[in-house]
């Protein structure tokens, strides 16, 4: 019942972003030396949710509007716009990427703070209190 609802969903989407970009980053990170690789990022969160789950009709049923398997999924794909090129013509900056995972942390930490209320606010008003 209550994993249905929107903010705890909100919440599970932004933490398992938080890991694709991590993974995006580190795998950048591993490649900084290789020739031609050229660095992934993945789209930010606020635009992958809201493309994921906008105001569009959502299926109540499985089967419901030939709905999905469900759950959010954001993928890592090349970053259009490399900050500087290698003359090896590998596109990976240390200095951007260890901003990134600094950023992926604080996202990370946001969504369990969000789950955390939102779980004290749930027994709270079940009357259980914390």
């Known amino acids: 019942m209550f994993e249905k609802l929107e903010l705890s969903r909100m919440a599970h989407a ?8 991590q993974d995006a980053i580190s795998q950048n990170v591993a490649h900084a030396d290789t020739p031609g690789y050229k660095a992934k990022d993945v789209a930010p969160f606020a635009q992958t949710y ?4 906008g105001f569009a009709v959502r ?3 499985p089967g419901h509007l030939l709905a999905s398997a469900g759950g959010y999924v954001a993928q890592a794909s090349l970053n259009e716009s490399p900050d500087s090129q290698s003359p090896n013509g590998n596109t990976v900056s240390l200095e951007t990427e260890m901003m990134k995972a600094a950023a992926v942390r ?3 930490d946001l ?15 079940l009357g259980r209190g914390r």
Request: hydrophobic fraction near 45%.
């Open 14 to 21: 932004m933490a398992s972003h938080a890991m694709v970009r």
């Open 59 to 61: 299926a109540t049923r």
């Open 106 to 108: 604080q996202q990370y």
């Open 111 to 125: 969504a369990l703070a969000i789950a955390k209320s939102s779980s004290g606010i749930v027994r709270t008003s």
């Open 50 to 53: 809201a493309a994921e789950d």
